[in-house]
């Protein structure tokens, strides 16, 4: 049909020459529109301008032009009959993958339309989003005239419907925050989906399509209309267009570095392109600062913009039944719009948030553009009229949605212009640690958890529905990570003065500062204690109590820490860290409340029974578990373990075997105990079976008898589905602790192995390089290592194989994982049985960062 012109080479050179003049600049419209017009060009080249009696368009990003380096190229074949174009259209298709033109195509007859309308959103929608090419142009007229005579009124309402749900469902996989840190440019909150859905919302509402056959890319075009139609203000209309060109600058980026379709903005490539875009030392925090000021102000338009089509689609009330709030603002239905001779102040704004909280209502898009325009004004320092805090401490008293307000005034930068210490933390960005969302995000989600508790009938629900002042508990999250920006670590103690520095400004009182600082300071000690600690030493329930004058404190903080753990990432809060939490919690209320001390409570709260253990088996007398009982001289045991798991325990320990195993399974992690005549490097030997079974441990107990006979107790999850292990891998499991324990296993080629055969999965697992930290604690019995490192593979069997190798015993491990981030602390003697002299500090140090510095 077309005779096959030599025209390959000069389409790639074009192209490469493009994609070489583009890799260090941020004007993306004008390589996506040039790259997508050469593209263009090349088709027609390619077609000979023959005259087609079908229609040859584009479709998707390619109909935008808005195309990426990797961008698909789609094409959409509108004919009248597919069966009798079908040769030609293959021909043509055959033609532009001949010659570099690597394009996706479909092809279409009418009777698709009312097909597609019904059955498929995803391919109705892109009906909207063509723009013709060449062939039969009447046919391509008529094509968007039948397409538009199906949308009637009752069409529309479904459609926009569907998309409004259709985001919902893009928000549950890629997450409904802008300030997700490694984002997916174009499916995540603030990327270009959520752009591109308004102007498909558009099309529907208004019946008409963005295709102009203008050299401009469709976001131009369009924000060029909602400009003409005073849809917003012509500043929004200017932020869109920077953050829009933004978002496309990095997607280019992407799949330049990448050299393939990517959208996933990671920490690595991160880096690489702040560092070609921005000339700076703090390239990457101020490159990723402007990147989620553009996403938030992308995801914020989105988000006024489904309110303003949702209310158009419903039945709208009567002004009549507006409600004048006060002299500034109206309420009709949810929406608070702004009383038109009405010029706003700082402190205004602030009234207006607290009706929109009071009454769960939104603003309209007229009030929207002031409130964003007012609040810049007063962060460049064009407003300096004084600014009460009435209401905003009147937001923070409210009995319920504080923590959207308290987001909707930060999307806005209203939270920023009122509390200018606020503005450092947003954008802050967190890589390194567990954290998923910038700081900001983080502080605000903090709230909007804690108040899903009022529907939580756990334990921590009722502590929390039982307090009548929750305006604490919101300024204690709300200033807890206040002082990061200055710096990380320590943030706690500075955040506490910045704090009570904020409370004065605002007319807070000593008896309101005091608790909140009490919060700010010891934000992260009952985490730190609860889960690097063992929660049955008398000197840790001592030690953590001692902060506390009261109960009260202890429920608020309690409260504090659960708000702060579940949102740094929805990994981190699981069912083992919670009950973790309760355990500290109970033990702790009830030494405050009975004033005893650690000891004291542990030994009141045991009452071991033989003839209570002795009845869970047959096969062992009540003497067997006295004598049990008396040679384990460690309190933490009968915590530890329930009746019929000490029978268990006994009932082995009596069959006389080398070695037993016990499999245990709970909601989301299997414990597995280990019972054994202890051996040198045990330990070690018994977390490297577990590595080479892809068993990620979490805890290890280990308990010593006095003749020699050890119980150690691991709680572990598949590191892979960070669930619990499956049963049928149970035996394999205990196999080859057995072989180990003998002497069977060459434990460290199997290690070899298993390592070389999850090389590729462990690089996308454990993708942090990190810092390696390890400190020291001393403790009545035993000297406490702490060691913080990104996590990988075998990291504690590599580590307790170093230890042996030191000399040193351990007789307690707690791992907290923190996403791919972990704290390992195990309490350790010498070889000799005693606490390590501080002069060992340096060496065992030295020796165990150049050990863990081998695996990362």
């Not at 579940?566 to 699981?574: K, R």
């Not at 702790?588 to 542990?602: F, N, R, V």
Request: hydrophobic content about 40%; glycine content about 4%.
């Amino acid at each position: 049909m077309i005779s096959v012109l030599n025209i390959k080479k000069e389409f790639v050179r074009k192209r490469d020459k493009l994609f070489q003049e583009n890799f260090r600049q941020r004007d993306s419209f004008k390589f996506s529109v040039s790259f997508s017009l050469l593209v263009e060009e090349y088709i027609r080249k390619l077609s000979r301008e023959e005259k087609f009696d079908f229609v040859v368009a584009s479709a998707g990003s390619f109909s935008r032009r808005e195309l990426s380096p990797f961008s698909d190229i789609d094409l959409m074949f509108i004919t009248k009959s597919a069966a009798s174009d079908k040769e030609k259209i293959s021909g043509l298709v055959k033609v532009f993958w001949d010659n570099g033109l690597e394009a996706s195509h479909t092809v279409r007859e009418f009777s698709d339309i009312k097909k597609y309308l019904e059955t498929d959103l995803h391919t109705f929608t892109q009906f909207f989003e063509t723009r013709f090419l060449l062939g039969n142009e009447i046919l391509y007229s008529k094509w968007n005239e039948e397409l538009f005579s199906h949308i009637t009124p009752e069409v529309k309402a479904k459609l926009l419907q569907e998309l409004f749900e259709d985001i919902n469902a893009r928000y549950e996989k890629y997450g409904e925050s802008p300030k997700v840190l490694e984002p997916n440019v174009k499916s995540s909150a603030g990327g270009l989906r959520d752009f591109q859905a308004i102007e498909w919302m558009y099309i529907l509402m208004n019946g008409t399509l963005l295709n102009k056959q203008s050299e401009i890319t469709q976001a131009e075009a369009f924000i060029n209309l909602l400009r003409e139609n005073k849809y917003t203000s012509e500043n929004e209309c200017q932020r869109l267009l920077k953050s829009y060109k933004l978002v496309i600058a990095v997607r280019n980026m992407l799949h330049l570095t990448s050299q393939q379709k990517n959208d996933r903005f990671e920490f690595n490539a991160q880096k690489k392109i702040s560092s070609m875009l921005v000339h700076q030392k703090d390239s990457l925090s101020s490159f990723m600062h402007e990147y989620f000021n553009a996403a938030n102000i992308i995801n914020r338009f989105s988000k006024s913009m489904i309110k303003k089509f949702r209310e158009e689609i419903s039945n709208p009330l009567p002004d009549s039944l507006a409600i004048d709030l006060d002299d500034n603002f109206i309420l009709k239905g949810k929406t608070i719009s702004l009383n038109v001779k009405s010029k706003l102040t700082l402190s205004d704004i602030l009234r207006a948030f607290y009706y929109r909280g009071l009454y769960i209502a939104h603003f309209d898009e007229n009030l929207r553009s002031t409130i964003i325009e007012i609040a810049e004004d007063y962060e460049n320092g064009n407003k300096t009229d004084s600014v009460s805090s009435v209401f905003f401490r009147e937001i923070l008293r409210l009995q319920k949605n504080v923590g959207n307000t308290l987001s909707v005034m930060n999307e806005l930068g209203v939270l920023k212009a009122f509390l200018p210490e606020f503005k450092d933390l947003i954008g802050f960005l967190q890589h390194g640690v567990y954290h998923c969302y910038t700081a900001d995000e983080h502080t605000i989600m903090t709230i909007q958890n804690l108040e899903k508790l009022e529907k939580d009938l756990s334990p921590l629900g009722k502590i929390y529905n039982n307090l009548k002042d929750k305006e604490i508990l919101h300024l204690g999250l709300l200033f807890h990570d206040i002082a990061k920006p200055i710096n990380i670590s320590g943030h706690e103690i500075i955040g506490a003065e910045m704090a009570s520095s904020i409370m004065h400004r605002l007319g807070y009182g000593e008896n309101e500062i005091e608790p909140v600082t009490f919060l700010v300071r010891n934000h992260l000690v009952m985490e730190q204690v609860a889960f690097r600690r063992n929660l049955n030493d008398p000197e840790t329930l001592n030690n953590f109590t001692s902060r506390f004058s009261s109960t009260s404190e202890l429920d608020l903080l309690y409260i504090v820490t659960y708000a702060d753990l579940s949102a740094v990432n929805p990994a981190v809060w699981t069912s083992w860290k919670s009950d973790l939490l309760a355990e500290l919690y109970k033990k702790s209320k009830a030494m405050l409340e009975e004033q005893m001390s650690g000891e004291e409570l542990l030994y009141s709260s045991i009452y071991v029974e033989p003839k209570e253990i002795s009845k869970h088996s047959k096969l062992i007398s009540e003497s067997h578990v006295q004598e049990h009982i008396e040679s384990i001289n460690d309190i933490g045991y009968a915590h530890q373990f329930t009746d019929e798991e000490i029978a268990n325990h006994v009932e082995e320990i009596q069959k006389g075997v080398s070695l037993s195993v016990l499999f245990k399974e709970f909601d989301d992690f299997t414990n597995i105990t280990v019972i054994t005549k202890d051996s040198p490097s045990l330990l070690s030997k018994l977390c490297g079976v577990l590595a080479i079974n892809d068993a990620n441990i979490h805890d290890a107990k280990i308990f010593t008898r006095k003749d020699g006979i050890v119980i150690d107790t691991f709680n572990v999850t598949d590191f892979r589905t960070h669930t619990k292990i499956e049963p049928d891998r149970y035996q394999k499991i205990q196999q080859n602790l057995i072989d180990v324990v003998t002497g069977i296993l060459p434990l460290n080629q199997e290690f070899a192995q298993m390592k070389s055969k999850w090389w590729r999965i462990e690089s996308k697992f454990f993708k942090r390089a990190g810092k390696v930290k390890i400190a020291f604690e001393k403790h009545k019995r035993y000297t406490i290592i702490d060691i913080f490192s990104p996590d990988r593979l075998g990291f504690l069997y590599q580590v307790t194989s170093k230890m042996h190798q030191l000399g040193l015993s351990i007789y307690f491990a707690k791992i907290s994982t923190k996403g791919d981030d972990i704290v390992d602390s195990f309490y350790v003697l010498d070889s000799s049985g005693k606490k390590i002299s501080p002069d060992n500090y340096e060496f065992i140090k030295t020796e165990l960062l150049e050990a863990i510095t081998q695996m990362l």
